[in-house]
Each structure stands twice: as structure tokens, then as C-alpha cells.
């Protein structure tokens, strides 16, 4: 069938006011699957629009989907076309479950290690977070469905996230935060959702400067804005700033009368006033009709893009074979080797202790808007039994860690993750059983975790309960431990001088099981990279609490653009695992990097016995004499290669202008003249060849 394409000014043109409000605020979903649904108007052939979370996988209410891993670990692969692999199965399990539109990427900077949405983000750097933005953004518009890239912007914590300003400066806003944003719409991003906070004092649904001019006039975004779901606060401010869409548009009473709402819960009897209050806005003036038709427009626009006005039947794909294969590998290839003495690959034949309180139960993500049920899960256990030709003993050894979810926060609202976990025996854990398990097995394999959700910060970067108390016992009992973190952030690792290995394996998702044995087993090389920092707690600098969780609502963000590795590089300090570290089971080699232009060339050679994936990065230094104060080093570029032993090969990363370029408030972005180092190492602290080019 020949595709139709609309005449949305035609369209517009037949539709009555009361239709066009229809358009721009949401309703009761009939089928009861989205999280935020528009119903068309179907006199004109305006068919219904489903917008469904998330960023880690379908969260279709009622329904099971695949539980891709964290967008942490996707950000880890250091990899944008596995990223944008993941992402188009992500969008056909969209369509399978009817729905048009996804609420993902997720791309605000971590700024803060311990917010509780981190596991949903990409990266505390603007380059590899902006790469994965917009390859994510491309894998989800690749299969017809509008990606949805929030929370625009600085969005970087979750405590008073309803209230607190960031209070940023433009240098930082335009070096740091707005990137990830601005490469999604350069990918042709249909949606942008506005944030909770707000940035400078004025809330992010009204913001003007950044919605009108910035986002709209200067990038050219000509999809529609979607608020953040009660996250509108005003008619008039909204509509005039640039706000297209207000979610979910209806409002929540809860059952029990007078309801507290917690901290980093909007106040959702706030809806709704992008219906009837809209019109009248529009009838006293105050809002200019012309923008009801501009976001309507926007909205027929996206819906037109992706199809929605064929006739043809949209065919989507749920949990098959690539989609699984896809989670699988994303997982494992996110998986970050930090230190290993020699003890990993594992043996097959190691009998292996395989240790932890939730070793039964697959790490499938954080708590919030991105859970999603999978229809089918690999625990830890599952995956080493598969696996493994020796012996696995499996003992948790301590308490289980309890899980926190928004939705236990909010009584009168459904849609947390039905359970997955697989019952382990039923006796009380025992760390003395652990302990002779890991002292009789080979290898002692411990798995921690950390407890995150939406809507709550970590109260601290230490793993939660007993859990350092059980690595040091295991690893007391058994000197070839290894510890596989399972987290959503940087952690503290009090005991690794006393393990044999670290792994960082972040929220893996449904694959969970089989991508850690296929790791550890040394089937896959470990080819993840750290896309944050490790570091000391309080080295960081949002120990402030003037920047972090802010006094009087508001977020000093007076560190500036020295975030993550511009931090620790600028203060000296040495952080326990840089940005862009992770061994890999085989070994490389780098010869002299040349320049021409901004191409970058440089032999990597596997001199290693095993094949391995080598994640070479480009960091560029700024002049000595630079006029404002710069980081030491910034990433320009980065490339994930595959390398069998004794393979060589050259590989090329291209600098753009912006990889030398600060942002002046007076200039924009400017290119301070004279000598840049471009320096080629295996992170942002084990730098291996450097080459100087003028400017
Ligand atoms: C989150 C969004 C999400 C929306 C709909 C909000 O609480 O901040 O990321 O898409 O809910 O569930």
C-alpha cells in the first residue's frame, strides 16, 4: 500500500478548537497500556497516539517486555552502533505492544554519583554521552516510533527534583549539559521532554530561553515538547515558552483524603491545564492562537513521520531470538573489568562458590518509570549452572538488600515490576556458610549490588547492608575472590586490595546470568569502559552541600564544566577508577598516533593470547595558555574495536570543531589558538601516545 501523506495543514484546518486542545494534553488511555496517551480525533482520521516508557525496555502497563540492560551499561560499551542495535529492538517491542511513541533516551550528565537515576543516564562526560544519545535516538526513529530524549535539562538529581533550581552558568550549560540534547536533535529526535526542576529559577516547562529560543529557534527542533508527567505548573508560562504536549493531562486524587506527597513526587491533582484552561488562556489573549496550531502541527508532524496515518497495519517484534541475543550482548559487553590479578577468565572446569544475597534473583534495573517485567530472566545462579563443567556452591552469605521503587511511594498508583526472582532455598542466609563454601570452592565469585530508584538520591556511595562485611569475609577465606559489582553508579570498594578481581556489572538486565558467565568465563572479552569516575566519596565535587542537594532549593552548580574526570584531572587527584578505564583479557599495543586535521590515526595491536575489543579514546588538551581556565583533558572521540591476537590495525578518530572549542557567554563557542595535545590512551589516566596540532 502506497503511504499516505497527510496534508496536516488540511488537517488542521478542519479541526475545531476543542479537537486541537484534544491534541495537546492527555487522557484516559482506553486500553489501559501507556503511560500517556493523546485519542486523535477520528471525524478527520487523526488516529490515537501511546507514548510508554522507557529507556531500559517497554514498560506497557499489564504487559512483559524485554529488560534490556541499564542505559549506564549500553553507555558502556562505548559502542553507538550497538547502541543503536539496542534501541530499534527496544522501539519494535513498542509497536508490538501499540504503542507510537518511546520516553527514551534518558541523557542528562552525572553530575551527582549518588542520584538515583544514574543507572537511566549515559555518561558524567558530553561527548560519549552525546554519541549514545543520538545513535539511541536513531535506533528508536529507525523502526517508526518517536523517541522521547529527557529530561531537558539538568536534570542531575532526584532530591527535591519538583523544586530545586539549578543554578548554572552558560558555559557549563552549553559544555556540559545541553550536548546529549542538542546530538539528539541533530538526529532528528520527534520528542523532548522537559524536566521537573528548573535552571536558573525558572521551571523547566516554562523556561523560555532554553524551550523558545535555544531548543526551538537556534537548533531547530520541529518535533513537539512533552512535559515531564506532572510536571506542569503553568498555562500561560508554558504554552508561551514553547511547551507543545502536557502529560499525562489527568489528574490522580488519592483515595486517602489529605496525602503527603513525597519528596521528588510531583503533585499529580495538578493536571489538566492544557485542556480547558488553554482555551481560555487563548480567549483572554494571554496565549496567542497560533500556538495552539503550532502544537498541534508538531504533534500530526511526528504522527505523520512514523506512518501513523497509513492504513497498514504496524507490525512490531517482542522477546525474539535478536532481541534477547541484543540484551545479551549489550550486557556483556558493557561489563567493566577494573582489576584482575590473572584469576579471570575462570577455568571451565573451576569449581566456583558462587556468593551474595540476591544470586537467585537477576539484576534487571533501578526502581521508577523504567521498570519493566521481562518475559524471560537468567539469574546469576541459572547462568553459572548452565555454564559452568565444575562444581557451583551457591550460599547468599547475608541479608538480602531491600529494593526501593517510586511505586512503593505512591499507594494509589500501579506499574512497579512484577516479580522475577527465581526462590532460592528457604533458610535464612548464613555468612559462615559462605565463607566455608568460598574456602572450599577454587574460586570465590561475590555478587553485591546497590539499591536505587527514581525519586530518591543514595544516601551514601557504600554498598547497602552487610555486603562489604561479606566480600572481606569471603575474600579472608579464599585469596582468588572476585567481585562482581551490580550497580547503578560509582561505589565504594573499601577491600579490593584484598580481592583477586572486580567487575563492574551495572544493571544487566533480563541476560543477566549468561553474560556474566560468558564474561567470566572468558567466552566474551570484557570490553566495557567506565563511563564515570570512581572515586572517594567525599572527593567528589558535589560533597558541597551548596551544590548537592543544594540549600534553599537551589543547586549551586559552581564547579562549572569541572565534572567527573575534569574534576579529579584539575584538583590532582587520583580517583580509585578513571573515567574510561577496564581491562580486557587480551593486551594492546599502540604505536604513534599521527594528525591530519582533525583525523587522528593510530596502529592498536593485540599482542595478547585471547581476542579482546580495545575502546581507544582521543583526549584533547587545550593550550597551555588558554584565556579561561579549561580541563586538563576532554574525550573528542572514541572507537571500540575488535582485535584477534596479533591483529593489527589503524584505527581513525575524527575531531570535529567542538572537540577544541570552549563556549564564551560573549562569542559562543570559540577555538583558543595555539597548541593542542591530542593524547590516545586506554583512559582518561593511561594515556599512551600523544601528538600536538595548532589552532
Ligand atoms: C519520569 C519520566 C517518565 C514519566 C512517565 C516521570 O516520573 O521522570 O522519565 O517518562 O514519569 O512515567
Known amino acids: 500500500m502506497a503511504p499516505t501523506t497527510p496534508d496536516i495543514d488540511a488537517i488542521l484546518a478542519e479541526l475545531t478548537r476543542a479537537e486541537k486542545l484534544s491534541l495537546v494534553h492527555g487522557a484516559v488511555d482506553p486500553e489501559g497500556t ?414 553485591v549490588r546497590d539499591a536505587t530508584t527514581e525519586a530518591r538520591d543514595r544516601d551514601s556511595l557504600s554498598l547497602p547492608g552487610r555486603q562489604d562485611e561479606l566480600v572481606e569475609a569471603v575474600a579472608a577465606a579464599n585469596d582468588r575472590t572476585v567481585v562482581v559489582l551490580r550497580t547503578g553508579g560509582p561505589v565504594e570498594t573499601p577491600w579490593r586490595d584484598d580481592v583477586a578481581a572486580v567487575v563492574e556489572q551495572w544493571y544487566p538486565g533480563q541476560a543477566d546470568g549468561d553474560a556474566l558467565a560468558s564474561v567470566l568465563y572468558g567466552d566474551r572479552d570484557p570490553a566495557g569502559r567506565l563511563p564515570v569516575t570512581f572515586a572517594p566519596e567525599e572527593t567528589y565535587p558535589t560533597t558541597d552541600e551548596r551544590r548537592f542537594p543544594g540549600v534553599d532549593d537551589v543547586a549551586r552548580y559552581d564547579e562549572g564544566v569541572f565534572v567527573g574526570y575534569r574534576h579529579f584531572d584539575s584538583a590532582d587527584a587520583d580517583p580509585t577508577y578513571s573515567f574510561g578505564h577496564g581491562h580486557s583479557y587480551a593486551a594492546f599495543e599502540y604505536g604513534d598516533p599521527r594528525i591530519d586535521d582533525g583525523t587522528v590515526s593510530i596502529r592498536v595491536e593485540n599482542v595478547g593470547e585471547r581476542p579482546g575489543r580495545e575502546v581507544v579514546q582521543a583526549y584533547v588538551r587545550p593550550p597551555e595558555d588558554a584565556p579561561v581556565d579549561r580541563p586538563v583533558r576532554e574525550l573528542g572521540g572514541f572507537a571500540s574495536v575488535p582485535l584477534s591476537p596479533g591483529e593489527s590495525r589503524t584505527v581513525t578518530l575524527t575531531l570535529d570543531e567542538l572537540a577544541f572549542s570552549r563556549y564564551d557567554s560573549a562569542s559562543g563557542w570559540t577555538v583558543d589558538s595555539g597548541t593542542y595535545t591530542v593524547e590516545i590512551g586506554r583512559s582518561a589516566a593511561d594515556i599512551r601516545g600523544t601528538v600536538g596540532v595548532e589552532r
Open 34 to 447: 501507556a503511560t500517556g496517551y493523546l485519542p486523535g480525533v477520528e471525524r478527520v482520521g487523526v488516529p490515537p497516539f501511546r507514548m510508554v516508557d522507557g529507556p531500559l525496555g517497554v514498560r506497557a502497563e499489564g504487559k512483559r517486555a524485554t529488560a534490556f540492560p541499564a542505559s549506564l551499561a549500553t553507555a558502556a560499551t562505548f559502542d553507538p552502533g550497538l547502541a543503536r542495535e539496542q534501541a530499534a529492538a527496544m522501539a519494535r517491542e513498542a509497536t508490538a505492544h501499540g504503542q507510537h511513541s518511546l520516553l527514551a533516551p534518558g541523557v542528562n550528565i552525572i553530575r551527582v554519583p549518588h542520584c538515583g537515576r544514574n543507572f537511566e543516564y549515559l555518561s558524567e562526560d558530553p561527548v560519549l554521552a552525546a554519541d549514545i544519545s543520538r545513535s539511541l535516538v536513531e535506533g528508536i526513529q529507525s523502526e517508526d516510533v518517536v523517541a522521547t530524549v529527557k529530561h531537558f535539562v539538568a536534570n542531575n538529581q532526584e532530591t527535591h527534583r519538583t523544586t530545586v533550581s539549578a543554578d548554572v552558568d552558560e558555559r557549563t550549560l552549553r559544555e556540559l549539559y545541553l550536548p546529549p540534547f542538542r546530538a539528539a536533535v541533530e538526529a532528528g529526535v520527534g520528542s523532548v521532554m522537559t524536566a521537573y526542576n528548573r535552571v536558573n529559577g525558572t521551571h523547566m516547562s516554562d523556561h523560555e530561553r532554553l524551550v523558545g529560543d535555544v531548543l526551538k529557534d537556534e537548533w531547530g527542533f520541529g518535533g513537539y515538547v512533552v512535559s515531564d508527567w506532572y510536571g506542569l505548573e503553568t498555562t500561560v508560562g508554558a504554552a508561551n515558552a514553547g511547551l507543545d504536549v502536557e502529560m499525562p493531562g489527568i489528574p490522580v486524587e488519592p483515595d486517602e483524603g489529605e496525602f503527603e506527597w513525597p519528596d521528588g513526587i510531583p503533585d499529580a491533582t495538578h493536571a489538566g491545564l492544557f485542556g480547558e484552561p488553554l482555551g481560555a488562556a487563548i480567549d483572554d489573549g494571554s496565549v496567542p492562537p497560533e500556538r495552539l496550531d503550532d502544537m498541534a502541527r508538531r504533534v500530526l508532524g511526528q504522527m505523520a513521520r512514523i506512518g501513523l496515518f497509513n492504513d497498514a497495519e504496524r507490525s512490531g517484534e517482542l522477546d525474539s531470538e535478536r532481541h534477547r541475543d541484543v540484551a545479551e550482548r549489550v550486557a556483556a559487553r558493557g561489563t567493566v573489568l577494573l582489576d584482575n590479578d590473572g584469576v579471570l577468565p575462570l577455568a571451565d572446569d573451576a569449581d566456583v562458590a558462587l556468593v551474595g544475597p540476591h544470586v537467585y534473583e537477576p539484576k534487571l534495573g533501578g526502581g521508577g518509570s523504567s521498570e519493566t517485567t521481562p518475559i524471560h530472566a537468567v539469574s546469576p545462579v541459572d547462568g553459572f549452572e548452565a555454564r559452568a563443567d565444575g562444581s557451583v556452591t551457591v550460599a547468599r552469605g547475608v541479608e538480602e538488600i531491600e529494593s526501593v521503587s517510586l511505586f512503593d511511594l505512591l499507594p494509589f498508583v500501579e506499574g512497579g515490576r512484577e516479580d522475577t526472582e527465581s526462590p532460592g532455598p528457604d533458610t535464612d542466609p548464613s555468612l559462615d556458610a559462605a565463607v566455608d563454601a568460598a574456602a572450599e570452592a577454587e574460586v570465590a565469585v561475590v555478587l
